[in-house]
């Protein structure tokens, strides 16, 4: 699965707590398992865009790690829930990033073997304008993708 000899493949997984996110990290964990890869669970937060649009007073600083602790919590009960109580464990990193969610997902699979991400999270009117975020990372990712249908992720939650 690696191109490169020299390290163990890479699985970069997006999480964003919906169920096809958490049916794509549980496939991510079982690619793993049978790959011997190293398993990045990514999650990408924002300051929403009515608390920066124009007119607002800046964002404090304890607001923004709110955003950043919720980020936390929900990658961290994906973790817990999809991979947590399985005997054979693999090596699972986590990355708690700011930003838009496709591009954070793009830079950390740039040299990833593999991205595997839900096909629609929590996105909501904005998504519908602009387009999904794995349908933007299936067009712009260096490497191939796995993305985990809705209906698939219905039937087994």
Known sequence: MSA???RPPRIVVGVDGSPSSR?????????AKVTGAIVDAVIAW???AELTGYGWAPVTI???TGFEDSAK????????????SD???VWL???IVQGIPARVLLDASADADLLVLGRRGHGGFEDALLGSVSQHCVQHARCPAVIMRDDVAEAVA
């Open 87 to 89: 005997d054979q464990q």
């Open 62 to 64: 304890a607001e923004a």
């Open 4 to 6: 490169n000899k020299d």
């Open 93 to 95: 990193q986590t990355q």
């Open 23 to 31: 049916m794509a990290l549980s496939w991510a964990v079982r690619q």
């Open 73 to 84: 919590r929900v990658l961290e009960e994906a973790i817990s829930d999809v991979a947590g």
């Open 46 to 48: 924002q300051i929403p």
